[in-house]
């Protein structure tokens, strides 16, 4: 059973800002929402060439129902000085640790993040960074993408989870009234569990066969084999709940995402670094951890390297 939220007292929406770093699809669709319903928001860029064509643009621009609307929320760089009481991390798993080390200075010993990394890995470096800080991961079926710099177009209304063992928080109220569905999940790792392994069955895929989400259909044979090994993978890390129905569900999304790109297929397509490492290095590297015999999981994993290392691009 989940505890009640702590006195919304402690916590006056009207004094603590959302520091959001990452003005990628999600934390720019993160940033509009709330700032939008009247909170606080300062969006932090990585640099002052960055905060510089930021300002030029003039704000974030949110393409919803076919309407584009320009947002001039508050920013500020990597560099600057200010204190962050409450941060949500929307960068790349990658990134995530360089950038909470950067920004511990300025995160007291109250201070709260919600880590909205892909895949699994990223999230245990960054709370070793911030002893004393309370790191919050979060997953979300959330569907948005950039088609221009600070430009975001809200593709599909999703749901995000995120939790720990501990009490809520009163700012979920804030999330609520921001038009960001959410769940409290006491049994966060295994909603990213789920995700990563949802992730790991579509994402190399698309990338390997250089198609839509739908394109896997034409592959479903392949799907079908990696599913069951993701399943009992999650079966060993003490995840049965995530392996129940895997195949299922991936089909689902499959369908339901047909027309879509998958985030590393958009990567690697632009020549971008995946999150390889995060997907299917962590998956691998927990296989081989239990001693687990998962050769279409491993074999799936040296393919995408090899692709990867014949385009140039980084290949962890």
């Excluded at 360089?98 to 709260?112: D, H, K, N």
């Amino acid at each position: 059973m989940s505890l009640p939220p702590l006195d919304a007292s402690q916590f006056p929406a009207s004094e603590t800002t959302w520091h959001v770093l990452g003005a990628g699809s999600l934390g720019s669709l993160w940033a509009v929402r709330l700032s939008r319903a009247g909170l606080p928001v300062r969006l932090i860029l990585r640099n002052p060439e960055r905060l510089a064509a930021y300002r030029a643009a003039g704000g974030l621009r949110l393409v919803e129902d076919g309407t584009e609307r320009l947002y001039p929320i508050p920013a500020e760089s990597l560099g600057a000085a200010t204190p962050i009481r409450r941060l949500l991390l929307a960068c790349k798993a990658y990134d995530a640790a360089a950038a909470a080390e950067c920004l511990a200075p300025r995160l007291g010993p109250g201070a709260e993040l919600v880590l909205l990394q892909n895949g699994l890995g990223s999230q245990e470096a960054v709370a070793a960074r911030l002893p004393g800080r309370r790191c919050l991961p979060a997953s979300t079926t959330e569907g948005a993408f950039r088609d221009g710099d600070f430009r975001v177009v809200f593709a599909g209304q999703g749901h995000t989870w995120l939790g720990d063992t501990g009490r809520p928080p009163a700012w979920l109220d804030a999330l609520a009234a921001a038009g960001i569905p959410h769940t409290w999940s006491e049994a966060i790792h295994g909603r990213l569990w789920r995700k990563l392994a949802l992730n790991c069955a579509i994402n190399p895929l698309s990338v390997l066969h250089d198609c839509r989400n739908g394109g896997l259909q034409a592959h479903a044979g392949e799907v079908a084999a990696l599913c069951a090994e993701l399943a009992e993978l999650l079966r060993h890390c003490d995840q049965p709940a995530a392996a129940e129905d895997l195949q299922e569900e991936v089909e689902r999304v499959i369908q339901a995402t047909a027309a879509n790109y998958s985030s590393m297929h958009q990567d690697v397509a632009r020549g971008r670094r995946s999150e390889i490492t995060y997907l299917l290095g962590h998956a691998c590297r927990e296989a081989e951890r239990r001693e687990l015999h998962l050769p279409r999981l491993r074999a799936l994993q040296e393919r995408l390297q090899r692709h990867l290392a014949e385009r140039g691009l980084p290949v962890d």
